[in-house]
Each structure stands twice: as structure tokens, then as C-alpha cells.
Antibody
Framework: EVQLVESGGGLVQPGGSLRLSCAVSGFTVSHYYMTWVRQAPGKGLEWVSIIYTGDSSYHADSVKGRFTISRDSSQNTLYLQMNILRAEDTAVYYC????????????WGQGTVVTVSS | QSALTQPASVSGSPGQSITISCTGSSSDVGGYDYVSWCQQYPGKAPTLMIYDVSKRPSGISNRFSGSKSGNTASLTISGLQAEDEADYYCTSYTSSSTYVFGTGTKVTVL
């Protein structure tokens, strides 16, 4: 079964760091483009980061220089390293797979909650 | 990386058709046929409904259809049903090799 399971969320103080994980099953993480999307409480979806094959990556301006997307083929897991966290980074973070049949995200995880507060 | 513009809410009666617009620029919506639409119920992860402007993934009802003209894409839901009440987001690939979401539209079935 194709599945994405996020973990690693929690409460962190402003300026702190957190690493989110997205465990992949049913396919090989290194064979697909993978992305992170977040949703602040009561707000809409916001694209965060994407990693392409060859491990080239792109980030939204709002997180550039603070967040890093990566993956580990041996663990079949996607990661999001988040540094210098701000209150406005508080959100549910979803990982998703870019489909092979189109330029869209076809498989999503259930999300993990990140709260940045003192 | 400004969000694509969608109406905040759209409503319709059961059986009617509604259309949600998604307006961007020539750097995203207008520049590529890579607009997708997802549906999200409260507290749940999004589900892909339309990809590449007008294609439906396997298992998605043909009541959902997509189109694009210039810098504006549209999602039409025909034969509106109670289960269609949800939030809908458009997404577009951009000229910066990134993605951008729309502001989201809440669909209410009257």
C-alpha cells in the first residue's frame, strides 16, 4: 500500500530547530519528486519545499535559508530540517508525492503539527 | 510567490453546477498547463481531484472538470452533492521550478 506517515512535530521555542520525517511505504522515495506543504491554523495550504531527482531542491521564499529538504534512500524517508523557527511557522506540515503521470501531488500524508511558541 | 487568487466561498443547491476560479500570472497559471485542484475536508489531508488543467485521477468522479483560459483556471463541479461540501485549492507549477497554491475556496451545498 502506498502511504506517507509524517512525524517529528511538536512544541518548540522561537529560534529553535525541529526535524520532520515522512516515512514512505509502497514506493521508493528516491524515484519520485517529493514535497512539503503546510497549513497554518484556520488558513490555506502553503507550498514549502520540493526535492527533485538528483537531489536538487527549491524552497519558498518564506523559509529559504532556514529550512532544508532531504531524503534518505536507505530509510526510504523524506525529511524537513527547520531552523530559526518563528511563530508564523506554526502549522500542520504535510509531505506529498509528485505524481509520475502529471505535475501534481497525488499522495499525501496525514500531517504533523508544529507549534512555535514560548 | 504570491498565492493564486480564488473566491473565498462558492455555494450552490444540490444538482446545480458551480465554478471556482483560480487567477495567477504568466509565470504560473498562464505559462504552463500544470494546474491542479485538490479537495480538503476539515482536519483531513488534501485529495487530488484534477491535474494538468483538466485530467482526472483514477477514481475521481466525472462531475469534476477543469479548464484554463489565459492566466485563469477553473474547476467546475456539476450535479452538486452534499459530499462536495469542502475546501478546494488550486495549485500551479511556476517558472521558478516551484509551486504555488491558491487562497482556497469553501464550497457550501445549500
Amino acid at each position: 500500500e502506498v502511504q506517507l506517515v509524517e512525524s517529528g512535530g511538536g512544541l518548540v521555542q522561537p529560534g529553535g530547530s525541529l526535524r520532520l520525517s515522512c516515512a514512505v511505504s509502497g514506493f521508493t522515495v528516491s524515484h519520485y519528486y517529493m514535497t512539503w506543504v503546510r497549513q497554518a491554523p484556520g488558513k490555506g495550504l502553503e507550498w514549502v519545499s520540493i526535492i527533485y531527482t538528483g537531489d536538487s531542491s527549491y524552497h519558498a521564499d518564506s523559509v529559504k535559508g532556514r529550512f532544508t529538504i532531504s531524503r534518505d534512500s536507505s530509510q526510504n524517508t523524506l525529511y524537513l530540517q527547520m531552523n530559526i523557527l518563528r511563530a508564523e511557522d506554526t502549522a500542520v506540515y504535510y509531505c506529498a508525492r509528485r505524481s509520475t503521470y502529471g505535475m501534481a501531488f497525488d499522495i499525501w500524508g496525514q500531517g504533523t503539527v508544529v507549534t512555535v511558541s514560548s | 510567490q504570491s498565492a493564486l487568487t480564488q473566491p473565498a466561498s462558492v455555494s450552490g443547491s444540490p444538482g446545480q453546477s458551480i465554478t471556482i476560479s483560480c487567477t495567477g500570472s504568466s509565470s504560473d497559471v498562464g505559462g504552463y498547463d500544470y494546474v491542479s485542484w485538490c479537495q480538503q475536508y476539515p482536519g483531513k489531508a488534501p485529495t487530488l481531484m484534477i491535474y494538468d488543467v483538466s485530467k482526472r485521477p483514477s477514481g475521481i468522479s466525472n462531475r469534476f472538470s477543469g479548464s484554463k483560459s489565459g492566466n485563469t483556471a477553473s474547476l467546475t463541479i456539476s450535479g452538486l452533492q452534499a459530499e462536495d461540501e469542502a475546501d478546494y485549492y488550486c495549485t500551479s507549477y511556476t517558472s521558478s521550478s516551484t509551486y504555488v497554491f491558491g487562497t482556497g475556496t469553501k464550497v457550501t451545498v445549500l
